[in-house]
Nanobody
């Protein structure tokens, strides 16, 4: 079983910073892409940032210049540094992984189980 566990959420005032972490546990060969999504009450889940195993990144327009995504491939961990937080950043932040390779007899295969973390709450007060 592969699990994604987020940490680092909390309550912060507008203009403050938080750093989220997400570690993928289990026997994993590699993960193609990891990313962060967020969902506020009544809203759809939206992509915040994503990063490939080679370091290519993608950000939502609303967080460009404020958030930075990074990853440690050896640790199967992705981070989201959030600076200059705004009240509209308030949401549950979810870690996601694409293209998880796990061991199988004679090689590896795609992991077909759940590839979402449980979510971590980020609340930004004004």
């Amino acid at each position: 079983q592969v699990q994604l566990v987020e940490s680092g959420g909390g309550l912060v005032q507008a203009g403050g910073s938080l750093r989220l972490s997400c570690a993928a546990s289990g026997t994993i060969f590699s993960i193609d892409a990891m990313g962060w999504y967020r969902q506020a009450p009544g809203n759809q889940r939206e992509l915040v940032a994503a990063i490939t195993s080679r370091g290519s990144t993608n950000y939502a327009d609303s967080v460009k210049g404020r958030f930075t995504i990074s990853r440690d491939n050896a640790k199967n961990t992705v981070y989201l540094q959030m600076n200059n937080l705004k009240p509209e950043d308030t949401a549950v932040y979810y870690c996601h992984a694409d293209g998880i390779r796990v061991p199988s007899y004679g090689g590896s295969s795609w992991y077909l189980g759940r590839n979402w973390g449980q979510g971590t709450q980020v609340t930004v007060s004004s």
